[in-house]
């Protein structure tokens, strides 16, 4: 009895280190913000459209060879912030040259982006960010299809981006601005009223190293101001009149990321 009972004693301690679960390691996941280098070629075709209120003054769709994009994509607060800087633009050709209207000027836009992006399942992310937005054109003409003008003001945009196989992505990207304060304007402009910019982007991306990826896609802007109290068309009548101007962009954007 005695004997039974000191292995039972010592059977229990035994039992009870079957039960303890195993330390767990800790794994760490790396951040799906997407950072790394990108620069890229975007031909363009570039439409402008003035209008005082009479309808259409003048209407152009150029290609525009020599475009291109440079983005730098980091991480702050503990890989826990997305922080982007992008600069685009190039050439801004609207019209034919010895014409009143029109431009062999260039254009610039400069982003500087906050944000977060979010892993929602293994192979699908949303980002999101917002920040300062500035674009300047530079036109040729005096007056034109393309004056001389800066705008500043803020943006905000989303990033769908879904994994289709182990090295190509797919990804759809739609943004927002408004750009309220001018700077650098050319006389005649009149009063700024408003200013917006709308964006969208369908993309492929295809791995094509362990840090490299190279990306295919369609790439739409509008840029839209609207004027109060200009003459830039007439300057020889009072300055009373409306001046609605628009550039749209259709560009093929092929591009090389580098990812650290």
């Known amino acids: 009895m005695l004997a039974a009972l000191l292995a039972l004693c010592l059977a229990a301690p035994i039992r009870a280190a079957e039960k303890e679960e195993p330390a767990e390691t800790p794994i760490l996941v790396p951040s799906p913000i997407p950072v790394g280098f990108l620069v890229a070629w975007k031909p363009t075709?570039?439409?402008?459209?003035?209008d005082s209120g009479a309808g259409s003054q003048f209407g152009s769709d150029k290609l525009q060879l020599f475009r291109g994009l440079f983005r730098y994509t980091s991480t702050a607060f503990d890989?826990?912030?997305?922080?982007?800087?992008?600069v685009e633009g190039g050439q801004f050709q609207s019209d034919t040259q010895n014409t009143r209207l029109g431009s062999d000027g260039f254009d610039v836009t400069v982003r500087l982006l906050g944000g977060t992006a979010t892993r929602i399942s293994p192979g699908f992310i949303i980002t999101g960010s917002a920040g300062l937005l500035s674009r300047y054109q530079v036109g040729t003409q005096a007056q034109g299809g393309a004056p001389r003008i800066g705008i500043f003001g803020v943006t905000s945009n989303m990033e769908l981006e879904y994994r289709l196989g182990p090295l190509l992505t797919i990804s759809g990207y739609v943004e927002g601005g408004l750009a309220p304060i001018p700077y650098l304007a050319q006389a005649h402009l009149g009063v700024l009223s408003d200013a917006s910019?709308?964006?969208?982007?369908?993309?492929l991306s295809l791995d094509v190293g362990t840090n490299t990826a190279v990306d295919l896609g369609y790439d739409f802007t509008r840029w839209h101001a609207s004027f109060a109290g200009s003459n830039v068309l007439n300057p020889a009548s009072s300055p009373d009149q409306a001046l609605l101007l628009e550039a749209r962009e259709h560009a093929l954007t092929l591009g090389i990321r580098w990812k650290p």
């Open 79 to 86: 890989e826990k912030l997305l922080a982007r800087a992008e």
């Open 197 to 203: 910019e709308f964006r969208w982007r369908l993309q």
């Open 45 to 50: 075709i570039l439409s402008v459209r003035i």
